[in-house]
C-alpha cells in the first residue's frame, strides 16, 4: 500500500521561507505526477503546485506564482515546495499528492479531485 510523507512544516514569521518535501513511504508507484495542495481551517482545500512529469509542466496557483518553486523526482516519487516570500494568508495543513491516472491539461493537474495518493499533511503557520 502506497503512503506519502511530507515534512518541512513549521512555524515562521512573514517574509521568511520553508521546504516541504514529501516520499513515499511503503509499497512502490508510478505516477504520472505529484503536487501540493493545502487547506486553511474554515476554507476548503485549494490546490498549489505541481510537477507534472508526463507533460514536462509545472502549474502553480497564482497566489503562489513567483513565490513557490514546486520540483519533482519521476524516478523517486518525490516532489518538494520551496516557499518564499511567506505570508500570513499562506498558513495551512499542506498535502503532498500523487497521480497514477492519464489526463492531460492543467485542468486535470489543477483538481484534487484527480489525484490517487496523499500525505497527512504537515501544517505551516507563518505570522505576521
Known amino acids: 500500500q502506497v503512503q506519502l510523507v511530507e515534512s518541512g512544516g513549521g512555524l515562521v514569521q512573514a517574509g521568511e521561507s520553508l521546504r516541504l518535501s514529501c516520499a513515499p513511504s511503503?509499497?512502490?508507484?508510478?505516477?504520472?505526477?505529484m503536487g501540493w495542495f493545502r487547506q486553511a481551517p474554515g476554507k476548503e482545500r485549494e490546490f498549489v503546485a505541481a510537477?507534472?512529469?508526463?507533460?514536462?509542466?509545472?502549474y502553480y496557483a497564482d497566489s503562489v506564482k513567483g513565490r513557490f518553486t514546486v520540483s519533482g523526482d519521476y524516478a523517486k516519487n518525490t516532489v518538494t515546495l520551496q516557499m518564499n516570500s511567506l505570508k500570513p494568508e499562506d498558513t495551512a495543513v499542506y498535502y503532498c499528492?500523487?497521480?497514477?491516472?492519464?489526463?492531460?491539461?492543467?485542468?486535470?493537474?489543477?483538481?484534487?479531485?484527480?489525484?490517487?495518493?496523499w500525505g497527512q499533511g504537515t501544517q505551516v503557520t507563518v505570522s505576521s
Open positions: 511503503g509499497s512502490t508507484f508510478n505516477s504520472y505526477g
Open positions: 499528492a500523487a497521480v497514477i491516472s492519464y489526463y492531460s491539461g492543467s485542468y486535470y493537474f489543477t483538481k484534487g479531485s484527480y489525484y490517487d495518493y
Open positions: 510537477d507534472i512529469w508526463s507533460d514536462g509542466n509545472t
